[in-house]
């Protein structure tokens, strides 16, 4: 198994732009999150989901977006990148509520 | 929503002596207490994880405590090394309907050679 697999490692955007950040699971976990980690901070959810189909804002959802059509792919929109958003981004994945999740390598954005 | 606290958020030990974190959970219900440990420009990974039957789980040199009445967990590093230098992150979660994990914001443990 590869685990949980985000693209790209690093990105650069220029204000205003908007990109997506990919995640992508082959353990067939039903939950996945989006994090955002500020330089010597917390994880910060963004968005989270339960199941294909089903998603739902954590506690910095503004200024994204996410969807989930299948199980396996959990992909992260960032429209109208601000300076704001320049963080690090962890993907996770868990089996069900009450397990061990799984990070990917996480996503550093940097926005100009 | 659960709430997760934790305490301290930067700890400096001696290379042999023991470190303690503790967190603290709002709601009563959750019965899922992980703690995850992220090297520096690395991913967070699960290094141990306590179920609230029962009060205490160990693994080599790290151990976790629970005290569901108090509603607090903490995690225990004895003889710490150099590698053991990482932040630590504090979870609760609730094993039942769609509740997710919850983190605490992090101990940036620091051992001192």
């Known amino acids: 198994n590869a685990g949980v697999t985000q693209t790209p490692k690093f990105r650069i955007l220029k204000i205003g732009q908007s990109m997506t950040l990919q995640c992508t699971q082959d353990?067939?976990?039903?939950?996945m999150y989006w994090y955002r980690q500020d330089p010597g901070m917390g994880l910060k959810l963004i968005y989270y989901?339960?199941?294909?189909?089903?998603?739902d804002k954590g506690e910095v959802p503004n200024g994204y977006n996410v969807s989930r059509s299948t199980t396996e792919d959990f992909p992260l929109r960032l429209e109208l990148a601000a300076p704001s958003q320049t963080s690090v981004y962890f993907c996770?994945?868990?089996?069900?509520?009450?397990?061990?999740?799984?990070f990917g390598q996480g996503t550093r954005l940097t926005v100009v | 929503g659960e709430n997760v606290e934790q305490h301290p958020s930067t700890l400096s030990v001696q290379e042999g002596d023991s470190a303690v974190i503790k967190c603290t959970y709002s709601?009563?219900?959750?019965?899922?207490f992980p703690w995850y440990k992220q090297e520096l420009g690395k991913r967070p990974q699960l290094i141990i994880d306590?179920?609230?039957?029962?009060g205490e789980k160990k693994d080599q040199r790290i151990a976790v405590t629970l005290n569901k009445t108090a509603k607090h967990f903490s995690l225990h590093i004895t003889e710490t090394q150099p590698e053991d230098s990482a932040v630590y992150f504090c979870?609760?979660?609730?094993?039942?309907?769609?509740?997710?994990?919850?983190f605490g914001t992090g101990t940036r443990l620091t051992i001192i050679p």
């Open positions: 996770a994945s868990e089996r069900g509520s009450s397990t061990e999740a799984f």
């Open positions: 353990m067939n976990h039903n939950y």
């Open positions: 989901s339960v199941g294909a189909g089903i998603t």
């Open positions: 709601d009563s219900a959750s019965n899922y």
């Open positions: 306590i179920r609230s039957n029962v």
């Open positions: 979870a609760a979660s609730l094993n039942f309907g769609n509740e997710k994990l919850t």
